[in-house]
Every structure is written in C-alpha cells, then in structure tokens.
DNA sequence: GTCTATACGGGGATAGAC
DNA sequence: GTCTATCCCCGTATAGAC
C-alpha cells in the first residue's frame, strides 16, 4: 500500500515495522505484543501502521516466511551435493556450520525464538516448520549418508533415521544455546557444543 | 483460599480450573488464554475464580510447576541406577519407554505444548526446563553411560556429549509428534520412531 | 504517509448481595 | 463460594484533516 516505487524519500517504514514487530514478537509472542507497542518502537501511530500492513496478522505473515526461508534454503543442486557427500564428514561439517552460524546470528535467534513461541499455536506456521524445515532437512541428510554408505565410509543403516539422529543432535544444542541466551546467560559452555555432537555423530557411524 | 476441609460438598473447583487452564493455554498460550474463557469453561464466573486463585499468575505457577515436576522425576536413587546402567542397553530402553509414554500421553502432551509455547517467554520456566528436564537428564544419563563404558559395554567417548546426543534425539522426536498432533495428523509414522533411534543410538556406542 | 480523534469490544480485577 | 454489576485500561481498527 505505500506508494514509494523509486528512492523516494523516507521509505524503509515497512521494513522497520517488520523489524520491530519481530523483536516484540520474539521477546512477548504475537498475542503478548500490541500494534501500538510495533508503532511506538518504529515512531509512528498506530494508524500510520496500516498504511502499510493490512492488519496485524499480515506483520505475523511476513515475519513467518522470513523465518521459514532461512534456513538452509540456498537450493543446493542435486549435483554438487551428491558430490559433496562422497567426501564424508566434511558434507556434515558444512551442515553443522550452517546451523551454528544461524544459532548464533542475533537476526536468526531472533527468528528461531518466534518460532518456537508460535509453534504450537500456528498451524500455517507449522506446517511451514515440518516441510521446509524438517522434512527438507531430513532429505538433505539422508540422501547425503545413502551416498556415504554406498561409498562405504560409514557403516549402512536406515537413513533416515541416521538423518534423524543427527538432525535432533544439532537441533537441541540449538534450543539450549537460545534458552541460555534469552537468560541473557554466558553461551560459552556451548561455544563447540555442534563441534562435538558433530565428532560424535561421526566417529559413530564411520567404518 | 476455598475453606474446604475435609470432604465438603463441590470441591474440586481447584483442579478443575487448573485442568481448564491447562487446555486453553496449551492451544493459546498464556496471554491468549482469557480470566472469562477459563471461568467458562469450568462453569463459574470470573469472580467466583478468585475465591481459589489471586490472580490469572497463580494459575500459570500452578501448571508451571506440574510440567516441570512431571518427568523422571521418581528420583531414582543411584543404587539402583548404577545396577541398572550395568545391563546396558535395557537401562536406555527404560529411559526410552519413559519418554514414549509421555509422548502419547494425553496430559503429558499438554504440558509439553503449554512448555514449548511458554518456555521462551517465561523466565521460571526456562530456569526449570534447563535445570530439571534438561540437566537431570543429561546427569541421570551421562552417569548411566559412563558406567557402560567402564564395563565395557560400549565404547569410550564423552559421557556429556554422548548423554546429549541420545537426549537429542528423544526430544527431536517428541517434539515432531506433538507437532503432529496439533494438527490433528496421525502420528503412525512416529509410532516406532522411539525405538528405532534408540536402536541405532545403542548399535553406534556398542561394542 | 502521518497525524488526531474516536469507536467499541475484550481484558483483569473488585464490591457487595446471597 | 458463587453470583451480578461495575470499573477502567488496553486491544485492534477506522475516519478524516493535513
């Protein structure tokens, strides 16, 4: 609805909004957080607001896909990855970086923590998590370690669950590293918490 | 406050009130959860709550503490942890089983959902999440797994890391079958999920 | 695109009768 | 211990001037 197209001057106010929403939401949830908190922390009115959102779920929206597209989405072709995964640890090694750079990320934890507040109480939100978080993870992984135990670098067993193990490795070390920083508590015990469950994982299923 | 000593008539106002916050705010989450809407759903009027609880915060303590007090939390002595522990792969069945049972457990599953919900937005929460669910397990696990590796039963590795791998895994699963379940879906592709990560975790420590 | 003003329903909580 | 009645604030959202 804001008719900038071009430079004209003073735009970002969507931008900002979206910004402040996601800090508020991220810290009280959707429901604890008012449109006039969002408007207050950008400087306009509430009305002002509507200018450029239809109304507040339509803020919730555009946060909601920000934290879905994130992660991991960088559409790997199916080339490169089998490619990669012949090379062993160093295909899991890349996926725990990711995930350990998104933890650590103030806009990511951000976005992690929304997710977890609305998890439950958002069924589009959900869905979004299961697909194109889960499953897209899931398949990554797998079809990853279905190449390794064809190479014979790791011993053969379900992939998926393989997946599964490790998936669930990495996403609890992420929980914990949040809750700690949403404490505002020190995350230095868990600075090569990935490191570790990843030389774990590794030297696990390695032949 | 209710002055019911004894068996007076109508009791149990209490645990109803409590059993009615527990659904609505697993579904809506505290502050989407209305004083009006549990009132209703018990039967009585809002102020008539009053006579049983000081404030809508009371109520969330009360649940607060049932979500957290629920798991392991039979405090089992370390005798006949360690005894159990030296069996091996029975001793992680049983934590395995204890999981499974409050996943698909229709209570359990609430207090797991108003937890998640919460659990980024509640300080004591979190506080308890970490030092009752997340540190006893790890302790109670860690201990059981050093064990077998002194006995030799699986392979030497940092109790910790191992500890966290394995609780990883149960919690990653517990979580994708309670997503599942708010959305009404069957939750039959996870019905042996427990199992088979426990299988692999167990053929990837053995020795 | 932002402002002031306003509508109005819902929120938590209390007073006082029964 | 429960009810009715009421208080007052805060929530989202809109109308219309600048």
Redesign the pocket.
């Known amino acids: 609805m ?3 197209r071009g430079f004209r001057r ?2 970002g ?1 969507r931008d900002k909004i979206v910004e402040a929403a996601m800090e508020l939401f991220a810290e009280h949830g959707y429901k604890g ?5 969002i408007a207050a922390k950008v ?6 607001l ?3 959102f239809d ?3 339509a803020i919730f929206m555009a946060i909601a896909s920000r934290a879905l597209s994130t992660p991991f989405d960088e559409k790997k072709d199916p080339e490169s990855l089998s490619e990669y995964a012949r090379k062993g640890k160093p295909f899991l090694h890349r996926f725990m970086t990711e995930f350990k750079l998104m933890t650590f990320d103030k806009k990511h934890e951000r976005l992690f923590r929304f997710l977890v507040i609305e998890l439950m109480q958002n069924e589009v939100l959900r869905r979004g998590f299961e697909k194109e978080f889960h499953e897209a993870n899931i398949k990554t992984l797998s079809t990853g370690l279905f190449i390794m135990m064809q190479e014979g670098l790791i011993r053969s067993s379900d992939p998926i669950v393989t997946a599964n193990a490790f998936l669930g490795q990495m996403f609890y070390v992420r929980l914990m590293v949040s809750l700690l920083k949403a404490d505002g508590k020190p995350t230095t015990p868990y600075s090569t918490a990935f490191e570790k469950q990843l030389d774990f994982f590794w030297s696990s299923v390695s032949v």
Chains 1, 2 share one sequence.
């Open positions: 804001p008719e900038n003073g735009e106010t957080t008012s449109v006039r908190k400087g306009i009115r509430e009305s002002a509507y200018n450029h109304n507040k779920e």
